[in-house]
């Protein structure tokens, strides 16, 4: 018979049903209406503002090292790529324990606030030196990151959830929690190296100080123009029925019972996170190395070509994680990217000696390394991330995460350049990046499938579990969720 079943209950539960492959997700309806589609899309397009004020840094960087080349040293490039990241940890971190305990809603205003506020600091710096106006830019791109950052936990656990509110979303949960995280963050990518090369144009392509500045403050543009229907949205049903507000929290529990894939998805973000932050930020130096007498236009455009593969990259990847499932499909866009990461260093000096054609090659060939990474990582780290975790504790571990993620891209940043800087010609060292970046991916593939669990077909199935492993350790689980929402059997009075 149907009915329903009260937490108090004793629950029998089908292991196997928990373990279902994605073809035989429940039946059921499988109507979406657009408005449930938009409201995925929307949980999470606001990382788009994250990819691009990340990115544009790689970009102003060549404008500023013409503009100030005494005042950007090195360290000082370095502290101005960093900064945000370094933002971005604190974030997730502060934001992702926010989301839990406040509600996925109440975390957008903090993340829209302090993103606004740095970007539009860092549009206004100045100072009474060159140095000075740049140790503005670093503190307020930080600022930035702190919102920014907020934005990875928050977007994606109210992506995820808003994904699993029906059948039909169900089962089409890779493809839509991509869409609205990895998709928008590369789509943000690419936008700052449409908009860069836009303005850098409209100076007829020479350094000006209004180049940057105008590159800053477009970066507030996004946030702001989707804060009012991000604020009509409410908790998501999961949320509503499992979120844990009360304290004392259960971290001992939560740690001891999901370390293992809480240590698989940190480890595999951080690995990921060191090798495509720095090629992301390198692009334009790559590129330039095989001319050395292109122009700044040029060099930016080049690199710009090489980042926008990533683009059709993670449309692709999100087409397969429904179908291979987000594990499989990351663990393939890293061994491809490896493939190719080899064949470049193989071939680094060929490519670069012999001409316009094999620069155009190299161009395809980094082109296709940078597309694999989103078509593997660069999607399934947020959907593993969050898919490996229930409810109550989704926002916590997607943040810590994160958070571990960032801290790659930060290392990263730092040890690729002196790779490179440690070969006495360019060619080699950028053979050394290419090689050490390829083993990275391999050791990331592993990773992933021996940590990682295999995704859930549904989310509650770990959250009814979840709860019951509380109870099982003499856990209160009486007031979890906002409301009261009673579980659902089915005819043989198992729950669904």
Same mark, same amino acid.
Request: aromatic fraction near 12%; include cysteine; charge should be positive.
């Given at each position: 018979?149907?009915?329903?079943?009260?937490?108090?209950?004793?629950?029998?539960?089908?292991?196997?049903?928990?373990?279902?492959?994605?073809?035989?997700?429940?039946?059921?309806?499988?109507?979406?209406?657009?408005?449930?589609?938009?409201?995925?899309?929307?949980?999470?397009?606001?990382?788009?503002?994250?990819?691009?004020?990340?990115?544009?840094?790689?970009?102003?960087?060549?404008?500023?090292?013409?503009?100030?080349?005494?005042?950007?040293?090195?360290?000082?490039?370095?502290?101005?790529?960093?900064?945000?990241?370094?933002?971005?940890?604190?974030?997730?971190?502060?934001?992702?324990?926010?989301?839990?305990?406040?509600?996925?809603?109440?975390?957008?205003?903090?993340?829209?606030?302090?993103?606004?506020?740095?970007?539009?600091?860092?549009?206004?710096?100045?100072?009474?030196?060159?140095?000075?106006?740049?140790?503005?830019?670093?503190?307020?791109?930080?600022?930035?990151?702190?919102?920014?950052?907020?934005?990875?936990?928050?977007?994606?656990?109210?992506?995820?959830?808003?994904?699993?509110?029906?059948?039909?979303?169900?089962?089409?949960?890779?493809?839509?929690?991509?869409?609205?995280?990895?998709?928008?963050?590369?789509?943000?990518?690419?936008?700052?190296?449409?908009?860069?090369?836009?303005?850098?144009?409209?100076?007829?392509?020479?350094?000006?100080?209004?180049?940057?500045?105008?590159?800053?403050?477009?970066?507030?543009?996004?946030?702001?123009?989707?804060?009012?229907?991000?604020?009509?949205?409410?908790?998501?049903?999961?949320?509503?029925?499992?979120?844990?507000?009360?304290?004392?929290?259960?971290?001992?529990?939560?740690?001891?019972?999901?370390?293992?894939?809480?240590?698989?998805?940190?480890?595999?973000?951080?690995?990921?996170?060191?090798?495509?932050?720095?090629?992301?930020?390198?692009?334009?130096?790559?590129?330039?190395?095989?001319?050395?007498?292109?122009?700044?236009?040029?060099?930016?455009?080049?690199?710009?070509?090489?980042?926008?593969?990533?683009?059709?990259?993670?449309?692709?990847?999100?087409?397969?994680?429904?179908?291979?499932?987000?594990?499989?499909?990351?663990?393939? +866009? %890293?061994?491809?990217? #490896?493939? /190719?990461?080899?064949?470049? @260093?193989?071939?680094?000096?060929? *490519?670069?000696? &012999? +001409? %316009?054609?094999?620069? #155009?090659? /190299?161009?395809?060939?980094? @082109?296709?390394?940078?597309?694999? *990474?989103?078509? &593997?990582?660069?999607?399934?780290?947020?959907?593993?991330?969050?898919?490996?975790?229930?409810?109550?504790?989704?926002?916590?571990?997607?943040?810590?995460?994160?958070?571990?993620?960032?801290?790659?891209?930060?290392?990263?940043?730092?040890?690729?350049?002196?790779?490179?800087?440690?070969?006495?010609?360019?060619?080699?060292?950028?053979?050394?990046?290419?090689?050490?970046?390829?083993?990275?991916?391999?050791?990331?593939?592993?990773?992933?499938?021996?940590?990682?669990?295999?995704?859930?077909?549904?989310?509650?199935?770990?959250?009814?579990?979840?709860?019951?492993?509380?109870?099982?350790?003499?856990?209160?689980?009486?007031?979890?969720?906002?409301?009261?929402?009673?579980?659902?059997?089915?005819?043989?009075?198992?729950?669904?």
């Amino acid at each position: 018979m149907n009915g329903y079943k009260t937490d108090n209950h004793d629950r029998k539960l089908d292991a196997e049903q928990y373990n279902a492959p994605l073809a035989e997700l429940e039946s059921g309806s499988t109507k979406r209406t657009w408005s449930q589609t938009l409201s995925v899309l929307i949980s999470g397009v606001a990382l788009f503002s994250d990819g691009y004020n990340i990115q544009i840094t790689g970009y102003t960087n060549t404008v500023m090292a013409k503009l100030y080349p005494k005042a950007l040293t090195t360290t000082m490039k370095a502290r101005l790529s960093n900064s945000i990241l370094i933002g971005d940890i604190f974030g997730m971190l502060l934001f992702g324990l926010c989301a839990d305990r406040l509600g996925r809603r109440w975390g957008i205003v903090g993340c829209t606030f302090f993103l606004v506020l740095g970007v539009t600091l860092a549009t206004a710096a100045h100072g009474t030196t060159p140095t000075g106006m740049l140790w503005m830019i670093v503190v307020a791109r930080g600022v930035a990151g702190l919102g920014a950052g907020g934005e990875y936990a928050v977007c994606t656990t109210s992506a995820v959830e808003a994904a699993n509110e029906t059948a039909g979303l169900r089962r089409r949960r890779g493809f839509m929690v991509a869409s609205a995280t990895n998709v928008a963050i590369i789509s943000g990518f690419v936008g700052s190296a449409i908009v860069f090369l836009i303005v850098l144009a409209a100076f007829h392509g020479k350094p000006h100080e209004a180049v940057w500045r105008i590159c800053f403050g477009i970066g507030i543009v996004l946030p702001l123009s989707i804060f009012f229907f991000r604020m009509q949205m409410i908790d998501s049903t999961l949320y509503q029925k499992h979120g844990i507000a009360k304290k004392p929290f259960p971290y001992k529990l939560a740690f001891k019972r999901y370390w293992k894939p809480l240590f698989g998805c940190s480890f595999a973000w951080f690995l990921y996170d060191t090798v495509i932050y720095p090629f992301n930020l390198l692009a334009p130096t790559l590129a330039a190395g095989f001319d050395s007498n292109a122009t700044l236009l040029q060099s930016n455009g080049w690199g710009a070509l090489i980042n926008s593969f990533a683009l059709p990259g993670c449309i692709f990847g999100s087409l397969l994680i429904d179908r291979l499932g987000p594990r499989q499909t990351y663990a393939f +866009g %890293t061994i491809m990217v #490896a493939i /190719f990461g080899f064949t470049i @260093g193989g071939a680094m000096e060929p *490519l670069n000696t &012999g +001409g %316009t054609g094999t620069f #155009a090659a /190299f161009v395809v060939l980094f @082109g296709l390394f940078q597309s694999f *990474l989103s078509v &593997g990582p660069g999607n399934c780290n947020f959907i593993v991330s969050s898919e490996s975790f229930p409810t109550p504790i989704r926002g916590h571990f997607l943040g810590l995460a994160a958070a571990i993620g960032k801290a790659g891209a930060a290392v990263g940043t730092q040890v690729f350049p002196l790779i490179q800087a440690r070969y006495p010609t360019t060619i080699k060292g950028h053979q050394a990046m290419f090689f050490v970046g390829s083993g990275i991916c391999v050791l990331c593939a592993i990773v992933v499938m021996t940590l990682i669990p295999n995704r859930r077909a549904q989310l509650e199935d770990e959250d009814v579990e979840f709860r019951q492993y509380l109870e099982a350790n003499g856990w209160d689980t009486s007031d979890m969720g906002s409301t009261k929402v009673p579980i659902p059997i089915n005819q043989d009075g198992e729950e669904k």
